[in-house]
């Protein structure tokens, strides 16, 4: 009988052992928000928003590159496109339960940053041109806004690495892309893990954004550029966390 018990007990153990060891999946959750209101696809094309300095805005475009997500444990990237409601969704299988450290960059940083080598993201236009130093952008955001006098005007906020071309012949760059640390989060069981982008962050902090000044050919702007990747650094958040 005594016997019995002890192999009853080591069963149970080695069956609870093999439960708790066993891998899961995570599925990271791109939501778009202004302010805490959601935006989706079916937002676009409306003048629904309104930016720090006080312009109205229409989101017509908007698409966005992360790379070397932690969890995924090597160089990778994603392209994210709210209009086409892309992307947005993120699983990762066969991950061991535990406390993880949540990151990622927004863009490609220089290394990563090689001209032409994406296929997937040459065939969907996201390069930028040679004249510009190639590589890829970091992000597409294109929309309409109302002017000083109240008409419909068009702005291209997008994001590459910065480069001065004060002399075409020796391009200057500097890397505009940046860490975005959301801090640890534990993974018990199959997960989703919202990660929250709030759009009108990159028109407000820490650089309060004038679309009648800086507005559209924003990418050739060495300066402009570096504004975008200072106000990008407050936009992304950890969202809700489901077990």
């Known amino acids: 009988m005594k016997k019995f018990i002890v192999l009853f007990f080591i069963t149970l153990g080695f069956y609870s052992c093999s439960n708790s060891d066993e891998n899961v999946a995570v599925t990271l959750k791109f939501t778009q928000n202004w302010n805490e209101t959601t935006v989706t696809n079916q937002d676009f094309n409306a003048f629904k928003f309104t930016t720090k300095n006080g312009e109205t805005v ?10 070397n ?3 995924q444990g090597e160089e990778n990237y994603f392209l994210v496109d709210v209009g086409e409601n892309s992307g947005n969704l993120i699983t990762i299988s066969d991950i061991a339960p535990g406390i993880y450290n949540l990151n990622f960059r927004f863009g490609f940083s220089d290394l990563d940053n090689q001209d032409g080598i994406y296929q997937d993201l040459n065939s969907v236009n996201f390069g930028v041109p040679g004249m510009l130093g190639g590589g890829y ?4 955001f294109d929309g309409k806004y109302k ?16 480069v001065d071309r ?3 012949n020796n391009l200057v760059f500097e890397d505009t892309s940046f860490l975005v640390n959301l801090g640890t989060v534990e993974i018990k069981n ?3 893990i919202e990660i929250k982008m709030n759009i009108a962050e990159w028109f407000k902090n820490p650089n309060t954004w004038n ?3 800086l507005n559209t050919v924003l990418m050739p702007n060495f300066d402009a550029q570096k504004l975008i990747s200072a106000n990008g650094k407050t936009v992304f958040s950890l969202g809700t966390i489901n077990q």
């Open 58 to 67: 229409s989101i017509v475009r908007l698409r966005y590159l992360i790379s």
């Open 69 to 71: 997500l932690s969890l």
């Open 137 to 140: 952008h970091y992000m597409q």
């Open 147 to 162: 002017d000083t006098n109240n008409q419909d005007a068009n702005f291209n906020y997008h994001a590459i690495r910065a």
């Open 166 to 168: 004060s002399n075409p």
């Open 190 to 192: 199959n997960t989703t």
């Open 211 to 213: 679309l009648n000044q």
